[in-house]
């Protein structure tokens, strides 16, 4: 029996450290289908394998090991909430542990002669041993901190392309000259091959993955803007709330004048102007979506714009601050950004935020300039603006965002009004037992 499968399966968990699993019981059932198929080994390989080298035997091992792989890839892709780009990197890097630890197995037989001096030792065990260990070297080196991010393979696919196929061409690299080949032979081209996989395995990591510590600290820096954002907010709140009742005061003084005048409705709507200043203040459950609400909210009170908003804040608790914030300012960005090119009575902004069962679900419309109509491609609006490489990133963190969390993006423009729909499953822990 191969044990191919099964060892692929977990040399590409050392990846999924960061992968968030549909349910928890579909992992050992995904272990069961890959034990499933190394059981077809025998029946279909063994007896190819037991004799000598040659084309047909190199061809169907070939196709065994890449229905293996890609058995592998729809496994992750269904169990976890992993497209079918990150599934594929996740799982070539995974190959490349499982065939760097045979090749560490083959040469610490070589080297020791373990056949020689222990005849009757279960090999099997000291191989299963010996991919162990190099599966707890690599995740403590490399797996931890790795996060396969499908916007890095998209901008570097061609790199990325030709690391993967370079992982797969050492398994059959192995298999046509060092395999069945004199000991000194052997040694020789496993060394090179596991020079070649070790070098393929970093490449197409750093090709489309984010380091955790890179990105923990760009959400420390996106955490201390906020503060200092936080602050001078709540400055211009306070300096604005301060004149808004000086003039509040004025204009309630000269509406009960002693002179006999009675208020005309000019002198009620200003006074009314200045009290709606208080609607651009939010308290919906989550500080980081207060801050960002409550300076839109003040930009919307300056420019005549209506902006109106329910958000059930809560619900957000497990996304993080910068996240949050990053994804909720683009929306709002694109939004004000087109509120402010309409007329003055379709200058109306609507947001939703809440929870539907374990769905966070976001909701937002806006009108548009009939001479601005967004022009969509691939179902994204792309910017109409001359420099493109500076524009158009607003809409692209937005779906990176949601990709992120596993949600799904939708965007229209019919009649005038944009629309913008966000669902994103709620991980578990965020879930109001009831």
Known sequence: MSLVTIELFFGML???TRV???????????AACAFAYDLLYFPLIASLDSGPLSLLMI???????????????????CCAYATWLESLVIVAAGYAVQHLSYNIFALMMNALHLEQVFPDLNYTVVHVMVFALVCLVIYVVLGRRITVDEHKIRTRWGWIVACVAAIMLMVVFSMVFVQRKPLEVQTVGLLYDSLCTALMLLLVLLGSSNDQLRSDLIAIQQADRLKEQHYEMSKETIEQINIRCHDIRKLVGSLYADDGRTPTPEMIRKVEDNIRIYDSIFHTGNDSLDVLLTGKGLYCSRHGIMFTCMADGAALSFMDRSDLYSLFGNILDNALESAVQVQTGKRVVDLSVQRDGGLLVIHEENYYAANHEPIFKNGMPVTTKTDKANHGLGTRSIAWQ????????????ANEVFSLGIVIPIPDASVPSH
């Open 14 to 16: 050392v990846f999924c």
């Open 20 to 30: 968030t699993w549909r349910k928890l019981w579909y992992l050992p059932l995904a």
């Open 59 to 77: 061809a169907v091992k070939s196709l065994y090991y890449l229905a293996c792989f890609a058995l592998i890839v729809v496994v992750l892709h």
């Open 402 to 413: 949601v990709r992120k969390y596993h949600g799904e993006l939708t965007m229209n423009a």
